[in-house]
């Protein structure tokens, strides 16, 4: 059974630019949540989707969006790029959306964004 | 506030020194409670889900624990690859929240 795929795997963008990273979960699984980590801050939420819904945001500026296809295949969006924004952004799957039974989650290999 | 608190932030090892890492919560109704390992620059691993009191898992080297405030992840006599950061999250409202984690390293 193949695991939680993320591409690309590394990126490198220019401050201002804008960037759409990519998350294709577990087949079967209906949840795909996304995360920021640094080395600062740990594991931060971004948001969820659920049967194409978005079903929770956590808190980040509107700059970063996301969105969930009938295939159950996720993509993030974040415009306008910081130097901050610089980080591994996760991926994670559920069968079920968080808060339910079996929800555990799978995460991918994240993607490395670096903003210069 | 649905809060993870770890601890210790690190530890070092000797190999074959047995340890254990803490995971304290607070929130109102647990739903789960689950440990990961991460690899520097790599997403984490899942390793177990305790839902319940009194409830213990084991997988080689490791065994999770629960109590109604707090978990540990017990490590016996540890392998220099058993160096990992290791988490823990719980389900708060509809997100994973998650622990600052714990660094091992476990020196041969």
């Known amino acids: 059974k193949a695991g939680v795929t993320q591409t690309p795997r590394y990126l490198i963008k220019t401050r201002g630019q804008q960037v759409t990273l990519s998350c294709s979960p577990i087949?079967?699984?209906?949840?795909v949540s996304w995360y920021q980590q640094t080395p600062g801050q740990g594991l931060q939420f971004l948001f969820e989707?659920?049967?194409?819904?978005?079903?929770n945001k956590g808190n980040f500026p509107g700059r970063f969006s996301g969105r969930q296809f009938s295939n159950s295949r996720s993509e993030m969006n974040v415009s306008t790029l910081e130097l901050g924004d610089s980080a591994l952004y996760l991926c994670?799957?559920?069968?079920?959306?968080?808060?339910?039974?079996?929800?555990?989650?799978?995460f991918g290999q994240g993607t490395r964004l670096t903003v210069v | 506030e649905d809060q993870v608190t770890q601890s210790p932030e690190a530890l070092r090892l000797q190999e074959g020194e047995s340890s254990s890492l803490n995971c304290s919560y607070t929130?109102?109704?647990?739903?789960?409670l689950f440990w990961y390992r991460q690899d520097p620059g790599k997403g984490p691993e899942f390793l177990f889900t305790?839902?319940?009191a009194g409830e213990e898992k084991e997988k080689e080297r490791l065994k999770a624990t629960l109590t109604k405030k707090e978990s540990f992840l017990h490590i016996t006599a540890p392998k220099p690859e058993d160096s990992a950061t290791y988490l823990c999250?719980?389900?708060?409202?509809?997100?994973?929240?998650f622990g600052g984690g714990t660094r091992l390293m476990v020196k041969p």
């Open positions: 087949s079967g699984h209906r949840s």
């Open positions: 989707y659920f049967s194409e819904t978005q079903r």
């Open positions: 999250a719980v389900p708060a409202g509809n997100m994973l929240t």
């Open positions: 929130v109102s109704g647990l739903r789960g």
């Open positions: 994670a799957s559920s069968q079920n959306q968080a808060g339910a039974a079996n929800t555990e989650a799978f």
């Open positions: 305790l839902y319940s």
